[in-house]
């Protein structure tokens, strides 16, 4: 009897090291844990793993799709806009007269610069401020208003940022840095108030409106930039865009915008009006300096 118990105690480990007998047991298990709502430990891990790696596959899928569609998007836009444009050559061509413009703007700055320093200007900055401000209708204060919104940040900050980077992804990478460039006119014009140190507007009768004004106000930001960032962009529609019924309006508005800054700015109490007339004399120099540069970084990628 005891014979027989160790014989088949013997036969039983035996039995267990027979090769698939581990193997039966584990997936015995297994079924009995997976019948039970219990896996073990290691297949909870694995199909753990298994699932984040499907969703990580998933969510690159989609972001290749999406970057290819982007692509897709801005290479159709890339085309209409060089289709909607002159090539290098003939807008050269055409822009040479707007060098014209503005020619006598430095002299005429140095002039108003001089008057204002020696106080000889005010009894005419205060006659034509408050002359402007005479048209008291709700439609002129309004465009007054919206005039000067693109000179105030955040907006004159986004606005150039926007612009270059629209500018770049169209396919106009030297239009988009000479761009930056014109619109960028701040460190300039800061430099010149501090040498001036002008006061803001202050007279009886003379209304201010409230704004986050700083600085001195000679010259005028927001004329500068305007006439610079604005007045490049007008020239590059006037010298690039083939359609003039598309041309024209552009044209305008950008004109129009710059045209009315200078008289929103005394409107609103926030500049003399010798502030804007040499600011918009200095920015127009400027202006023509960075469309003659760009000009002549054009002309030597034709002659190539």
Same mark, same amino acid.
């Given at each position: 009897? &005891?014979?027989?118990?160790?014989?088949?105690?013997?036969?039983?480990?035996?039995?267990?090291?027979? +090769?698939?007998?581990?193997?039966?047991?584990?997936?015995?298990?297994?079924?009995?844990?997976?019948?039970?709502?219990?896996?073990? =430990?290691?297949?909870?891990?694995?199909?753990?793993?298994?699932?984040?790696?499907?969703?990580?596959?998933?969510?690159?899928?989609?972001?290749?799709?999406?970057?290819?569609?982007?692509?897709?998007?801005?290479?159709?836009?890339?085309?209409?806009?060089?289709?909607? /444009?002159?090539?290098?050559?003939?807008?050269?061509?055409?822009?040479?007269?707007?060098?014209?413009?503005?020619?006598?703007?430095?002299?005429?700055?140095?002039?108003?610069?001089?008057?204002?320093?020696?106080?000889?200007?005010?009894?005419?900055?205060?006659?034509?401020? $408050?002359?402007?401000?005479?048209?008291?209708?709700?439609?002129?204060?309004?465009?007054?208003?919206?005039?000067?919104?693109?000179?105030?940040?955040?907006?004159?900050?986004?606005? +150039?940022?926007?612009?270059?980077?629209?500018?770049?992804?169209?396919?106009?990478?030297?239009?988009?840095?000479?761009?930056?460039?014109?619109?960028?006119?701040? +460190?300039?014009?800061?430099?010149?108030?501090?040498?001036?140190?002008?006061?803001?507007?202050?007279?009886?009768?003379?209304?201010?409106?409230?704004?986050?004004?700083?600085?001195?106000?000679?010259?005028?930001?927001? =004329?500068?930039?305007?006439?610079?960032?604005?007045?490049?962009?007008?020239?590059?529609?006037?010298?690039?865009?083939?359609?003039?019924?598309?041309?024209?309006?552009? =044209?305008?508005? $950008?004109?129009?915008?710059?045209?009315?800054?200078?008289?929103?700015?005394?409107?609103?109490?926030?500049?003399? +009006? /010798?502030?804007?007339?040499?600011? &918009?004399?200095?920015?127009?120099?400027?202006?023509?300096?960075?469309?003659?540069?760009?000009?002549?970084?054009?002309?030597?990628?034709?002659?190539?």
């Amino acid at each position: 009897m &005891y014979e027989r118990d160790r014989i088949t105690a013997k036969g039983g480990r035996m039995a267990a090291r027979e +090769p698939g007998a581990e193997t039966a047991i584990a997936t015995e298990a297994e079924a009995e844990a997976k019948a039970a709502g219990t896996l073990p =430990v290691t297949t909870a891990t694995a199909q753990a793993a298994e699932k984040v790696t499907q969703a990580v596959q998933a969510v690159g899928a989609g972001a290749h799709a999406a970057g290819e569609k982007t692509a897709e998007a801005v290479s159709i836009a890339q085309e209409k806009a060089a289709a909607a /444009t002159l090539p290098d050559r003939a807008a050269l061509v055409r822009g040479r007269g707007a060098l014209a413009v503005g020619a006598a703007g430095v002299c005429g700055y140095g002039l108003l610069y001089a008057a204002v320093r020696a106080n000889r200007s005010t009894a005419v900055d205060i006659a034509v401020a $408050l002359r402007l401000q005479r048209w008291q209708r709700p439609w002129v204060g309004g465009l007054m208003t919206a005039a000067s919104w693109a000179g105030f940040l955040p907006q004159n900050a986004a606005i +150039p940022a926007l612009t270059t980077t629209a500018l770049w992804l169209l396919g106009f990478r030297t239009e988009a840095g000479f761009y930056a460039l014109a619109a960028g006119s701040g +460190p300039l014009s800061s430099s010149l108030k501090y040498t001036m140190k002008r006061p803001r507007p202050d007279a009886p009768d003379l209304r201010v409106a409230v704004a986050p004004l700083g600085g001195s106000s000679f010259p005028s930001g927001h =004329v500068f930039q305007y006439v610079g960032g604005y007045g490049f962009l007008a020239y590059l529609a006037h010298t690039l865009l083939r359609k003039k019924r598309v041309r024209q309006p552009v =044209v305008a508005a $950008l004109v129009g915008l710059v045209a009315l800054v200078g008289p929103s700015r005394i409107y609103q109490g926030h500049h003399w +009006p /010798t502030d804007v007339s040499a600011s &918009y004399m200095l920015g127009t120099s400027y202006l023509i300096g960075v469309i003659s540069l760009y000009r002549r970084v054009k002309a030597r990628g034709v002659q190539r």
